[in-house]
């Protein structure tokens, strides 16, 4: 009779051991290049792992306190490889490849992910980054919530639609108040104010530029501005000041100026952007039920 539970000890022991074995195979040093997936890595529990970040990994603030490896489309492989990496993970956004290609030859492993701005692109990211990382549970368990969180916003766009115009609405992108890039169709700030319930007026593919004109033409409801050297207010007057059309535009005569944090636009969805997503739907529909 003593024989079975020590059978089962011997087993238990033998599992245990095995996952131990499975965890050492797993990267333990990491890099990552892209705000949104440095963001999922430290929801996942994988922040200690992390030993060196890009620039647009802002989030959570104490991932400022890592090395940084610079813009991530511009990298160098002597600033990740003193970090002695077992792995750098980014989006098809990183680079440049010749970079890659020498970091991939001095024997570290490059794992990339999509930066699409698609459900399916974050449900593949989480499941490829849970792996990674030994957290496939909770992995699915994200991936499961952000599609909760989308579909009771959704729920509440189509309620304020019901009664409410969707208003015209431009994403600008820029640098200190400068010439503005447009967020067209198939990106990421296109998705964005689709999801809360805009109507993008840039028809266009892609960011682009336009002029003070063409801007003031499409006579915008509503616009969001996403500025990487300002922040609120700062960034909405340097907008102002520096493109004197938009004046006369209907979001500005009616102060419907929204700030956007642009590292959310960075390296995919990130888990930030539902709460972001709630507050424009709010902001689009001021007088509807969506809050």
Known sequence: MMRRPAALLALCA???ASAQALAADLPQRWVSAGGALSEWISALGGEPRLVGVDTTSQHPESLKALPSIGYQRQLSAEGILSLRPDVLVGTEEMGPPPVLAQIRKAGVRVELFSSQAELTAVDENLKHLGSLLGAQAQAAQLAADYHQQLQALQAQVKQAQANHKAPGVL????????????????????WVLRQAG???????????????????????????????ALTGEQALQALIKENPALAASRAVREKRLISLDPTLLVGGLGPRLPATLQQLATAFYPASTAR
């Open 14 to 16: 033998a599992l245990v």
């Open 171 to 190: 994403l600008l992108v820029g640098h200190a108040g400068a010439k503005p890039l447009i967020a067209g169709q198939g990106t990421a700030g296109d």
């Open 198 to 228: 805009g109507h993008n007026l840039a028809e266009h593919q892609g960011y682009k530029n336009f002029s003070n004109e063409a801007l003031a033409a499409l006579d915008p409801d509503v616009v969001v501005v996403s500025d990487r």
